[in-house]
């Protein structure tokens, strides 16, 4: 079986020196042998047979030890739910990178967060005249964090620009909730006004001719 792309690459870096063996591997063929992977790769570089080998023989392990632990390639790529929303010792929620390349601009990365907040403040600046740029970008489908890079004319900072996105916000969610809860309850008072109390006494010529009998 072929190895893909990114397999190629993994295998071309740990030969060449360029990283070490990830904890979390991209999905390898279920029959994956040291000859599959020599095999398929000894045509893809100019490395020494030794190398490769080295190269086949740590992939293999680690797969090997996968496989004995009972976990399949998908299971060992996911993440614990608490990584995804608490911050680590040390983590800040969100720091700000000045962009020297470009005038009043920022570049900031919001930790234990995804595209649910980075939409929605992105969206939030674009519609300030003040905002000549606003994007975000999410590095990596299994890491929770998302970067936002925004730009100004310089009549106001991006940093000043973030904090009055996220208090807009803050104003317009109270108001959403606000109305729905009107809404809601009173849809609430129509719908028992409508139904109405049980009615339990029987119509007027039923009560009637139960007392003729």
């Known amino acids: ?28 063929p279920p029959d994956l042998t040291k000859a599959t992977v020599t095999s398929h790769y000894a045509h893809m570089t100019r490395a020494s047979p030794k190398a490769i080998e080295s190269a086949t023989n740590s992939i293999a392990d680690f797969v090997g030890r996968r496989r004995e632990h009972g976990k399949s390639n998908a299971e060992s790529n996911l993440v614990d739910r608490f990584e995804l929303f608490i911050l680590d010792a040390n983590e800040k929620k969100v720091t700000e990178e000045a962009d020297t390349r470009i005038p009043s601009s920022s570049i900031f990365t919001f930790n234990k967060e995804d595209h649910t907040l980075g939409n929605v403040i992105r969206s939030r600046l674009l519609q300030y005249p003040f905002v000549l740029f606003a994007a975000y970008k999410v590095p990596h489908p299994l890491e929770a964090k998302f970067i936002l890079r925004v730009q100004t004319d310089g009549t106001i900072t991006p940093r000043a620009a973030v904090i009055q996105s996220c208090r807009d916000l803050v104003h317009d969610y109270a108001l959403l909730n ?36």
């Not at 360029?18 to 904890?23: N, S």
């Not at 809860?181 to 139904?195: H, I, N, Q, Y």
């Not at 010529?205 to 003729?212: D, I, Q």
């Open 1 to 28: 079986m072929p190895l893909n792309t990114a397999q190629a690459n993994l295998i071309a870096q740990y030969i060449h020196g360029r990283g070490a063996m990830p904890l979390r591997m991209p999905k390898m």
């Open 178 to 213: 606000q109305e729905f809860t009107k809404e809601w309850e009173l849809r609430k008072m129509v719908g028992d006004a409508s139904s109405g109390p049980a009615n339990t006494n029987p119509p007027a010529g039923e009560a009637a001719g139960a007392a003729a009998e």
